[in-house]
């Protein structure tokens, strides 16, 4: 805001600059917080996000695109390592995986032993003990990274600084045209153990007058709305926040020289199934954003402003689009690769030594071809944990030592598969044989996950797939 972008916008014309004259692709990487796919290059026809609408005209967009945890700090802690929640062992808000498991290389840290010059302005790791209480300087950034007071916060306990007007948002969005969501109640076949009481939303002022009873008791539909309304309005605020990032990179001349890639942590739930906030191995949880954009492969056009970034309909402009299943620990490989350098290898069966390598796949093969080929099926991995088998104060955020079970969920174009397995939060150890229960949703029929059918077909060839879990022995 105001003076603190004007000192971000030279920061960056001065950094980006420099590695310019050395002739690399720069990097503008772009992390939102708790944001789903609800936008308009995704097919959201409530979301108003021209910016981020425009951006994706002229990329790549991984139309399904998953996160590992749908927590910020295990989330962040994977994509920046490009390792599993089960190598960095960060789990909650408490752990620093390189004190917990290993001294993994960084994506920013990897750019920098390469020559760049890198800088992290707001949330890119998780604040706290999850980096080191220094964002993870020195080894990931070049300087300090830049957390000025007049950053909005993001969070559900959050409140807007002052010199943002909420209500131009908000009008986007008028609570008479708000709906519930499409499956407001929590499935009858929803294992208890599955569900997410979103205790961090029960805790704030205005949701605790409503006395909702726990876990399972719903939010009055009138709130419901509200909630609804006021995170579209954030997605829009947020959007018109890129298209300031944007502009800035155009008036630079930088546009044609900088990859940007947009993404998010993980996804966050308005309703469905019962659920609020994140802390689950659903769709609207766990998926994400995932947008390339690459000069002179996926544009070939100059810059961002209108004239020479025309709005392209992402849903019928093939070119555009990927349906490849991909994961967040894909970024630090493919972002390595389209930047210029060489991907970190991939990782070992057993990689707990191994300071660089990488739990993902590097995508450039689909900057070239539409999709992965069919002898291949892809997998997207997700996990949650959780303190028991019924939901508890602490079901959504369990510190690392509460941790009792642990739910693995494959994901496919065809289906989601979870099984949660008890866990030893002392050896980081699963056991499959302990299966406290499970999940399959059949997506062609249940896009929406709502109908468990675990228990009505046979899953045995699912089940030998998760011979491929990270450390599910």
Not at 44 to 51: F, I, L, T, Y
Not at 262 to 286: I, M, Q, R
């Given at each position: 805001?105001g003076?603190?972008?004007?000192?971000?916008?030279?920061?960056?014309?001065?950094c980006?600059?420099?590695?310019?004259?050395?002739?690399?692709?720069?990097?503008?990487?772009i992390?939102?917080?708790d944001?789903?796919?609800s936008?308009?290059?995704?097919?959201?026809?409530?979301?108003?996000?021209?910016?981020i609408?425009?951006?994706?005209?002229k990329s790549?967009?991984?139309?399904?695109?998953?996160?590992?945890q749908?927590?910020?700090?295990?989330?962040?802690?994977?994509?920046?390592?490009?390792?599993?929640p089960?190598?960095?062992?960060?789990?909650?808000?408490?752990s620093y995986?390189?004190?917990q498991?290993?001294?993994y290389?960084?994506?920013?840290?990897y750019?920098k032993?390469?020559?760049?010059?890198?800088?992290?302005?707001?949330?890119i790791?998780?604040?706290?003990?999850?980096?080191?209480?220094?964002?993870?300087?020195?080894?990931s950034?070049?300087?300090?990274?830049?957390?000025?007071?007049?950053?909005i916060r993001?969070?559900?306990?959050?409140?807007?600084t002052?010199?943002?007007?909420?209500?131009e948002?908000?009008?986007?969005y008028?609570?008479e045209?708000?709906?519930?969501a499409p499956?407001p109640?929590?499935?009858?076949?929803?294992?208890?153990?599955?569900y997410?009481p979103?205790?961090?939303?029960?805790?704030?002022?205005d949701?605790q007058k409503?006395?909702?009873?726990?876990p399972?008791?719903?939010?009055p539909?009138?709130?419901?709305?509200?909630?609804?309304?006021?995170?579209?309005?954030?997605?829009?605020y947020?959007?018109?926040?890129?298209?300031?990032?944007?502009t800035?990179?155009?008036?630079l001349?930088l546009?044609?020289?900088?990859?940007?890639?947009?993404?998010?942590?993980h996804g966050?739930?308005?309703?469905?199934h019962?659920e609020?906030?994140?802390?689950?191995?659903?769709?609207?949880?766990?998926?994400?954003?995932?947008?390339?954009?690459v000069?002179g492969?996926?544009?070939?056009?100059?810059?961002f402003r209108?004239?020479t970034?025309?709005?392209?309909?992402?849903?019928t402009?093939?070119?555009?689009?990927?349906?490849?299943?991909?994961?967040?620990?894909?970024?630090?490989?493919?972002?390595?690769?389209?930047a210029?350098?060489?991907?970190?290898?991939p990782?070992?069966?057993?990689?707990?030594?191994?300071?660089?390598?990488?739990d993902?796949d590097?995508?450039a093969?689909?900057f070239?071809?539409r999709?992965?080929?069919?002898?291949?099926?892809?997998?997207?991995?997700?996990?949650?944990?959780r303190?028991?088998?019924?939901?508890?104060e602490?079901?959504?955020q369990?510190d690392?030592?509460?941790?009792?079970?642990?739910?693995?969920s494959?994901?496919s174009?065809?289906?989601?598969?979870?099984?949660?397995?008890?866990?030893?939060?002392?050896?980081?150890?699963v056991n499959?044989?302990?299966?406290h229960?499970?999940?399959?949703?059949?997506?062609?029929?249940d896009p929406?996950?709502?109908?468990?059918?675990?228990?009505?077909?046979?899953?045995?060839?699912?089940?030998?797939?998760t011979?491929?879990?990270?450390?599910?022995?």
């Amino acid at each position: 805001h105001g003076s603190d972008l004007g000192r971000k916008e030279n920061i960056f014309k001065e950094c980006v600059l420099s590695l310019c004259i050395s002739g690399r692709r720069n990097v503008l990487f772009i992390m939102a917080d708790d944001l789903r796919t609800s936008l308009g290059c995704y097919g959201d026809q409530v979301a108003k996000s021209p910016n981020i609408d425009q951006l994706a005209s002229k990329s790549q967009v991984f139309l399904n695109a998953y996160a590992q945890q749908a927590l910020c700090a295990p989330s962040r802690a994977s994509m920046l390592t490009s390792r599993r929640p089960d190598t960095t062992r960060v789990y909650d808000f408490t752990s620093y995986w390189r004190d917990q498991s290993g001294n993994y290389t960084t994506l920013p840290q990897y750019f920098k032993s390469r020559g760049y010059f890198t800088m992290s302005v707001g949330k890119i790791f998780h604040p706290g003990i999850s980096s080191n209480f220094s964002d993870d300087y020195p080894y990931s950034w070049s300087i300090p990274a830049y957390h000025p007071a007049s950053f909005i916060r993001s969070g559900v306990h959050s409140k807007l600084t002052t010199g943002v007007n909420t209500s131009e948002y908000l009008s986007l969005y008028p609570l008479e045209n708000m709906t519930l969501a499409p499956d407001p109640n929590v499935p009858k076949s929803l294992p208890p153990v599955a569900y997410n009481p979103w205790t961090d939303v029960r805790r704030r002022e205005d949701v605790q007058k409503l006395n909702i009873s726990f876990p399972y008791g719903p939010i009055p539909k009138d709130f419901q709305l509200r909630i609804r309304q006021h995170y579209y309005a954030a997605v829009s605020y947020v959007d018109a926040q890129v298209g300031r990032l944007l502009t800035t990179l155009d008036q630079l001349g930088l546009a044609d020289n900088t990859v940007v890639v947009f993404t998010s942590d993980h996804g966050w739930s308005l309703g469905e199934h019962g659920e609020w906030a994140k802390y689950s191995n659903f769709d609207v949880a766990t998926q994400v954003p995932l947008i390339f954009y690459v000069p002179g492969i996926t544009a070939h056009r100059e810059g961002f402003r209108e004239s020479t970034f025309p709005l392209i309909d992402i849903l019928t402009h093939s070119d555009y689009m990927r349906r490849n299943v991909v994961e967040l620990v894909d970024v630090f490989p493919t972002l390595s690769y389209m930047a210029g350098l060489p991907a970190p290898e991939p990782c070992p069966d057993v990689s707990l030594q191994e300071e660089l390598c990488t739990d993902g796949d590097n995508l450039a093969y689909t900057f070239r071809h539409r999709e992965r080929g069919v002898e291949a099926e892809a997998i997207s991995f997700s996990q949650y944990p959780r303190p028991a088998d019924t939901p508890q104060e602490n079901s959504d955020q369990p510190d690392l030592e509460d941790i009792k079970i642990m739910g693995y969920s494959l994901r496919s174009w065809d289906y989601r598969y979870t099984l949660w397995l008890g866990f030893n939060p002392k050896t980081f150890q699963v056991n499959v044989t302990d299966v406290h229960a499970g999940e399959l949703y059949m997506l062609a029929d249940d896009p929406g996950e709502d109908r468990n059918v675990y228990s009505d077909l046979d899953h045995s060839g699912l089940l030998r797939k998760t011979a491929g879990l990270p450390r599910a022995s």
